[in-house]
């Protein structure tokens, strides 16, 4: 079973509705004994950080996430939330990841949120076996991560290459939205249920 941790700051319906396709059983749930009881454990979110994560600690989840032994899976903003701080707000995060989250810079002919489609680039992790750099998934974020010894994916935006994905032992992060990625996402959330 698949726990999705509810929040209330997440793309839950549409995390749902990927992971049914591939035939995956999971519950949305808050309840920490379900969490730590669950396979596997996704974190998703959207929106902002600092709202993301005083709804965290609000139900008393932090120490929960970052006490899991399982394979557990941030998405976009629930990626930034395991990272040491962001800009965003600002906020401390869970530190589970060696990465500071800022907002990409104001240049001309950079369209800010990133939102998209782009290419991955140099992957290194189960999470994208079978898989080639230049494999194009979906973005839609104003901030990212940096550069950091946990990055396993790239992409290139605005001023240079940013942390499209992040793992540290059992934890994993996808700055980008699997669950709206097409046949490539599909291919990395049934990856991640494999590990």
């Given at each position: 079973?698949?726990a999705?941790?509810?929040?209330?700051?997440?793309?839950?319906?549409?995390?749902?509705?990927?992971?049914?396709?591939?035939?995956?059983?999971?519950?949305?749930?808050?309840?920490?004994?379900?969490?730590?009881?669950?396979?596997?454990?996704?974190?998703?979110?959207?929106?902002?950080?600092?709202?993301?994560?005083a709804?965290?600690q609000?139900?008393?989840?932090?120490?929960?996430?970052?006490?899991?032994?399982?394979?557990?899976?941030?998405?976009?903003?629930?990626?930034?939330?395991?990272?040491?701080?962001?800009?965003?707000?600002?906020?401390?995060?869970?530190?589970?990841?060696?990465?500071h989250?800022?907002?990409?810079?104001?240049?001309?002919?950079?369209?800010i949120?990133h939102?998209?489609?782009?290419?991955?680039?140099?992957?290194?992790?189960?999470?994208?076996?079978?898989?080639?750099?230049?494999?194009?998934?979906?973005?839609?974020h104003?901030y990212?991560?940096?550069?950091?010894?946990?990055?396993?994916?790239?992409?290139?935006?605005g001023?240079?290459?940013?942390?499209?994905a992040?793992?540290?032992?059992?934890?994993?992060?996808t700055?980008?939205?699997?669950?709206?990625?097409?046949?490539?996402?599909?291919?990395?959330?049934?990856?991640?249920i494999?590990l």
């Amino acid at each position: 079973m698949i726990a999705i941790i509810d929040y209330d700051a997440g793309n839950i319906r549409s995390v749902g509705n990927a992971l049914e396709r591939l035939g995956a059983e999971y519950e949305l749930t808050a309840d920490p004994a379900r969490i730590l009881a669950a396979d596997k454990v996704i974190l998703p979110g959207v929106g902002n950080a600092a709202a993301a994560m005083a709804r965290l600690q609000e139900r008393g989840l932090c120490g929960v996430v970052k006490s899991l032994r399982r394979p557990v899976l941030g998405i976009c903003v629930g990626m930034q939330l395991m990272c040491r701080d962001s800009e965003e707000g600002p906020v401390q995060g869970l530190g589970i990841f060696d990465a500071h989250v800022r907002r990409f810079p104001e240049a001309p002919g950079v369209k800010i949120p990133h939102m998209g489609w782009n290419a991955l680039g140099n992957l290194d992790s189960k999470l994208f076996r079978g898989m080639d750099g230049g494999t194009f998934v979906y973005f839609v974020h104003s901030y990212r991560a940096d550069l950091c010894p946990d990055t396993i994916a790239t992409c290139r935006y605005g001023d240079g290459l940013f942390s499209a994905a992040l793992k540290y032992e059992n934890f994993y992060g996808t700055q980008f939205h699997p669950e709206k990625s097409g046949s490539a996402g599909a291919a990395i959330l049934q990856n991640f249920i494999a590990l």
